[in-house]
Antibody, heavy 118, light 109 residues
Framework: QVQLVQSGAEVKKPGASVKVSCKAS????????ITWVRQAPGQGLEWMGW????????NYAQKLQGRVTMTTDTSTSTAYMELRSLRSDDTAVYYC???????????WGQGALVTVSS | EIVLTQSPGTLSLSPGERATLSCRAS???????LAWYQQRPGQAPSLLIY???SRATGIPDRFSGSGSGTDFTLTITRLEPEDFAVYYC??????????FGGGTKVEIK
C-alpha cells in the first residue's frame, strides 16, 4: 500500500533552517511527484511547491522563492523540503503528498510540526 | 494567482441532513481541475473529489461534486457522524500556485 512517512516534530529558533523528509513506499517513486503543503495552527492549507520524482524538476510558490529548496533521493525514495531563515509565521504542520503534475494529491504524509520560537 | 473563496465558513447541521458547500474561483479553472479534500481534526487531508465531479477511490456516493468555470459545489446528501470535518477545494490545473480555498467547517448542530 502507498505510504508517505514524514520525519518528526522540530523546534527551531528564528533565522534557523529546517529540513523535513518524506519517505515513500508502495509505488514507483519516479513516476510521481511530491507536493508540499503547510498548515499554520488553526488555519487553512497553503501550497508550497512541487518536485518531480523523475527528474527533480521543481516549482515553488512565489512567496517562498529563495527560502525553500525541495529535493529528492531516488535511491531511498525520499523527498526533502528545506526552509531557511525561519520566522515565527513559518510555524505550521508541513505535509508531503503524492501527485503527478496536473493531478490532485491522492496520498498524504502524516505531517510534521515545525515550531519556530525563540 | 487563482483565489478560491469557500462559503459558508461554517455549516451547522444534524446527522442525516444534506450539506451544500460552495467554492468560487477568481478566474476560470481550466478543464475543471478542481478537487475537494476532507480534513478531520488532527489528521492529514484526504482526497474526496477530483476533476470537479469524480469521486476518489473508496469515497461513498453520498459525496458528489459539480460545477465548472468559476463555480463549484460539494454536496453530501446524508451526513454521517464521520463527515463532520473541514472541507477544502483546490485548483490544480491552471498555472501554479495550486491554491486552496479557505475551508468550510461542517459541524454538528
Amino acid at each position: 500500500q502507498v505510504q508517505l512517512v514524514q520525519s518528526g516534530a522540530e523546534v527551531k529558533k528564528p533565522g534557523a533552517s529546517v529540513k523535513v523528509s518524506c519517505k515513500a513506499s508502495g509505488y514507483t517513486f519516479t513516476t510521481y511527484g511530491i507536493t508540499w503543503v503547510r498548515q499554520a495552527p488553526g488555519q487553512g492549507l497553503e501550497w508550497m511547491g512541487w518536485i518531480s520524482g523523475y527528474d527533480g524538476n521543481t516549482n515553488y510558490a512565489q512567496k517562498l522563492q529563495g527560502r525553500v529548496t525541495m529535493t529528492t533521493d531516488t535511491s531511498t525514495s525520499t523527498a526533502y523540503m528545506e526552509l531557511r531563515s525561519l520566522r515565527s509565521d513559518d510555524t505550521a504542520v508541513y505535509y508531503c503528498a503524492r501527485n503527478i503534475w496536473g493531478s490532485p494529491s491522492d496520498y498524504w504524509g502524516q505531517g510534521a510540526l515545525v515550531t519556530v520560537s525563540s | 494567482e487563482i483565489v478560491l473563496t469557500q462559503s459558508p465558513g461554517t455549516l451547522s447541521l444534524s446527522p442525516g441532513e444534506r450539506a451544500t458547500l460552495s467554492c468560487r474561483a477568481s478566474q476560470s479553472v481550466s478543464s475543471s481541475y478542481l478537487a475537494w479534500y476532507q480534513q478531520r481534526p488532527g489528521q492529514a487531508p484526504s482526497l474526496l473529489i477530483y476533476g470537479a465531479s469524480s469521486r476518489a477511490t473508496g469515497i461513498p456516493d453520498r459525496f458528489s461534486g459539480s460545477g465548472s468555470g468559476t463555480d463549484f459545489t460539494l454536496t453530501i446528501t446524508r451526513l454521517e457522524p464521520e463527515d463532520f470535518a473541514v472541507y477544502y477545494c483546490q485548483q490544480y490545473g491552471s498555472s501554479p500556485p495550486f491554491t486552496f480555498g479557505g475551508g468550510t467547517k461542517v459541524e454538528i448542530k
